[in-house]
């Protein structure tokens, strides 16, 4: 069963596929220019506290983007990773 939610809830640490962004034709321009786009792997590694940058690994590049930016960012989480 996969889980899917917003970039912006996405917890720190996990990791998903982008299903969908939400948003016109400049807008995923710009993701695309950065290397998001649906598809692509993503793992979130950090974000501010009340809507600050989120931080994301796209493609073994470390990206900043908006709080907004991120709630439109729909991501299919992966499974949590277990320790052995």
């Known amino acids: 069963m996969t889980q899917e939610v917003n970039l912006a809830r996405m917890e720190e640490g996990r990791s998903g596929v982008i299903s969908s962004i939400i948003g016109g034709g400049k807008f995923l321009l710009k993701l695309e220019s950065m290397g998001i786009r649906a598809g692509s792997k993503v793992r979130k590694k950090s974000n501010l506290f009340l ?5 994301i690994n796209v493609g ?8 907004r930016m991120a709630r439109r960012i729909l991501v299919n ?3 949590p990773e277990r320790s052995l």
């Open 51 to 55: 809507r600050g940058p989120v931080v």
């Open 60 to 67: 073994g590049t470390e990206i900043a983007i908006g709080h």
């Open 77 to 79: 989480l992966n499974s």
